[in-house]
């Protein structure tokens, strides 16, 4: 069966630095999705993107965000900037405009 | 809000019981999903009901929609130590949109 995938799992990195989470969507989907999750908090939206532009973001994807589907296949979200409160555990998801299949996931530690 | 609520927040119960969680939300939904998590890991993505539907089943588990009372059940028959997780019910207001995800009920399974 087709599924998301995520790189890398686990990501340590020291404030203020860039990172790049990557995702492989299930490869005949259209839409894409970023979310995060804060320990011990709920799964919130980031930002959708479809037709190589986003289509809705939320307050917490402000400038410091980006996403980027460089090729045919992968789906990146890169933080420029890392703060503390960064840290969480960041899910890709694709969908082919029904239901929305997630990735395991990448753990970001910010330090 | 276009967020809801869950209830419990927490539920222990017996192995071999059934677990009844519930979910409740503001506005017109295009589908409800519920979705698992073991602890800092991925979500497994459950059942989808939609709008039109009123209950679903899937194995051990039953969902059920009313639309008039804006409120969802998750149900999962003769409970197994290994359905200790969180779930999380999911609202979707269009096809393709972003997920909005509650706040989760916290499962536990005693031996």
């Known amino acids: 069966e087709p599924e998301v995938t995520q790189t890398p799992s686990h990501q340590v990195t020291q404030m203020g630095q860039e990172v790049i989470l990557r995702c492989v969507p299930i490869?005949?989907?259209?839409?894409f999705y970023w979310y995060r999750q804060i320990l011990g908090q709920k799964v919130e939206f980031l930002v959708s993107?479809?037709?190589?532009?986003?289509?809705?973001k939320s307050e917490i994807f402000d400038d410091q965000f980006s996403v980027e589907r460089p090729d045919g296949s992968n789906f990146t979200l890169k933080i420029r900037s890392t703060k503390l409160e960064d840290s969480a555990m960041y899910f890709c998801?694709?969908?082919?405009?029904?239901?929305?299949?997630f990735g395991p996931g990448t753990r970001l530690t910010v330090t | 809000s276009q967020q809801g609520e869950e209830d419990p927040q927490a539920l222990s119960i017996q192995e071999g019981e059934n677990a009844t969680m519930n979910c409740s939300y503001k506005?017109?939904?295009?589908?409800l999903q519920w979705y698992r998590q073991n602890s800092g890991r991925g979500l497994v993505h459950l059942i989808l009901?939609?709008?039109?539907?009123r209950e679903k089943h899937s194995g051990r588990l039953r969902v059920t929609l009313d639309t008039s009372k804006k409120s969802s059940s998750l149900l999962i028959t003769a409970s197994r130590a290994a359905d200790t997780a969180s779930y999380f019910c999911?609202?979707?207001?269009?096809?393709?949109?972003?997920?909005?995800f509650g706040s989760g009920t916290r499962l536990s399974i005693r031996p």
């Open positions: 999911a609202r979707q207001y269009s096809s393709a949109s972003k997920i909005i």
């Open positions: 993107f479809y037709n190589n532009e986003i289509s809705e």
């Open positions: 506005t017109s939904i295009n589908n």
């Open positions: 998801a694709s969908s082919d405009g029904y239901e929305q299949y």
């Open positions: 009901i939609r709008s039109n539907e």
């Open positions: 490869s005949n989907h259209l839409y």
